[in-house]
């Protein structure tokens, strides 16, 4: 079983920065992909940004490119979302996924990854 915990989220103004980290232990014995979707009320989770096991590779929905960054921590299995200029369209409840999706894009999707974590609220007030 594999244990995902996000951390770091919260309320800052329009055009301010939250630094998101996520880790996954337990029953992985190799890299995984990690990825980040959020979900805003009233809509349906969405893809934020994921990065492939070995870190070659990273993906962005396009509202967020130039604004957020994610990188693998040093440690295995760790990630961080660097958010900036966050804007009001950016409150949600983000989750973390971690998984061996099949395809980069697989990656995209939210079907791409079998562990979650329990979400973290970001609210960006204008």
């Known amino acids: 079983q594999v244990h995902v915990v996000e951390s770091g989220g919260g309320l800052v103004q329009a055009g301010g920065s939250l630094r998101l980290s996520c880790a996954a232990s337990?029953?992985?014995?190799?890299?995984?992909?990690m990825a980040w979707f959020r979900q805003a009320p009233g809509k349906e989770r969405e893809f934020v940004a994921a990065?492939?096991?070995?870190?070659?590779?990273?993906y962005y929905t396009t509202s967020v490119q130039g604004r957020f960054t994610l990188t693998r921590g040093s440690a295995r299995n760790t990630a961080v979302l660097q958010m900036n200029n966050l804007k009001p369209e950016d409150s949600a409840v983000y989750y973390c996924?971690?998984?061996?999706?099949?395809?980069?894009?697989?990656?995209?999707?939210?079907?791409?990854?079998?562990?979650w974590g329990q979400g973290t609220q970001v609210a960006v007030s204008s």
């Open positions: 337990g029953r992985t014995w190799s890299a995984l992909a």
């Open positions: 990065v492939t096991w070995n870190g070659d590779n990273t």
């Open positions: 996924a971690a998984g061996r999706p099949w395809t980069d894009n697989d990656a995209l999707l939210a079907s791409g990854y079998d562990n």
